[in-house]
């Protein structure tokens, strides 16, 4: 079984400037994560898809970000513009979705460096 | 306000003895709990889980301990070896299924 594909797996921008990230979650999974990870934190959750619909999405900062799944299976998350402080890992991750099943697969993560 | 904390962001273990990471939760609605290895430049991939009905989990050379009472987990590795240094993260899912994670504790296992 394939795992959860992420790219560019670096990126290194300027602030103001706009980037974009794809996540590949893994075949038949209904659920799609996008985390925030910062050096010395422990991942946290941006947004949640289920299927193509946004099940919470209270920590994304929506002035700057914004997150879209296609046709439920593929998805990207954008920042414009980028600040100094959304330096850090971004993490997608895929679960089945079902009731009770709480584990989680993650992808390899794009590094953002903002200078 | 860090409803699942990992209070040691670091610990170094010599090649077969036994690690022990911690994990305090706030929250008493919590009533699963994961636990996740990260190497450098790879995502978390999952490691062992247990449920609140139960104060111990085993798999191998890992085992997961619940204290309820006093909302605390522990991870043991025992033998330690040197290709379990990473990064441990803890993490609960809310009511709402999304997963809280600790700080993480970075297990560094020397030969």
């Known amino acids: 079984e394939a795992g959860v594909a992420q790219s560019p797996r670096y990126k290194i921008i300027e602030k103001r400037q706009s980037v974009a990230f794809w996540c590949n979650p893994i075949?038949?999974?209904?659920?799609l994560y996008w985390y925030q990870q910062i050096l010395g934190q422990g991942p946290k959750l941006l947004i949640q898809f289920q299927n193509n619909g946004v099940v919470d999405d209270s920590q994304l900062p929506k002035d700057r970000f914004s997150a879209e799944r296609l046709k439920g299976v593929d998805s990207t998350l954008k920042i414009q513009p980028a600040k100094l402080e959304d330096s850090a890992v971004y993490l997608c991750?895929?679960?089945?979705?079902?009731?009770?099943?709480?584990?989680?697969?993650f992808g390899p993560g794009t590094r953002l460096t903002v200078t | 306000d860090q409803q699942v904390k990992q209070n040691s962001p670091s610990l170094s273990v010599q090649e077969g003895r036994i690690s022990i990471l911690n994990c305090d939760y706030t929250?008493?609605?919590?009533?699963?709990f994961l636990w996740y290895k990260k190497y450098p430049a790879e995502g978390p991939t999952f490691l062992i889980s247990?449920?609140?009905?139960?104060d111990k989990n085993e798999d191998g050379r890992f085992t997961v301990f619940l204290n309820k009472s006093a909302k605390h987990l522990s991870l043991h590795i025992v033998p330690s070896q040197p290709g379990d240094s990473a990064v441990y993260f803890c993490a609960a899912p809310n009511q709402g299924g999304k997963l809280i994670f600790g700080q993480g504790t970075e297990l560094s296992v020397k030969p």
């Open positions: 247990i449920s609140s009905i139960k």
């Open positions: 991750a895929s679960s089945h979705g079902f009731e009770g099943s709480y584990e989680q697969y």
């Open positions: 075949s038949g999974h209904a659920t």
């Open positions: 929250n008493s609605m919590f009533d699963y």
